[in-house]
Nanobody, 122 residues
Framework: QVQLVESGGGLVQAGGSLRLSCAAS????????MGWFRQAPGKEREFVAA????????YYADSVKGRFTISRDDPKNTGYLQMNSLKPEDTAVYYC???????????????WGQGTQVTVAS
């Protein structure tokens, strides 16, 4: 079992930045790939970014490429999502999750956090 807790969400003006954190406990976080997903009201959960288990490879949705950066600090059992140049359409609940590989398909992820709200005002 892996327990995940997100933090760092909030209200920000368009063009601003936020850094989300995902604190892991339980089984060794370093053995898993990590993904970030988001879900806006009335919409499907969508892939945002993923990083492999050693952090050497990262993957991004086209909508966030160049603006968001995923990273991990395995000694701290923590993953991050740095979000810059935020847009109103980035408003959603953001979730971190773990899987054996950095999939973009949320159904492949085994463990999920409770989510953190990000709201971008225009």
């Amino acid at each position: 079992q892996v327990q995940l807790v997100e933090s760092g969400g909030g209200l920000v003006q368009a063009g601003g930045s936020l850094r989300l954190s995902c604190a892991a406990s339980g089984r060794s976080f370093s053995n898993y790939a990590m993904g970030w997903f988001r879900q806006a009201p009335g919409k499907e959960r969508e892939f945002v970014a993923a990083i492999n288990w050693r952090g050497g490879s990262t993957y991004y949705a086209d909508s966030v490429k160049g603006r968001f950066t995923i990273s991990r600090d395995d000694p701290k059992n923590t993953g991050y999502l740095q979000m810059n140049s935020l847009k109103p359409e980035d408003t959603a609940v953001y979730y971190c999750a773990t899987a054996m590989r950095p999939y973009s398909d949320y159904s492949q992820y085994d463990y999920w956090g409770q989510g953190t709200q990000v709201t971008v005002a225009s």
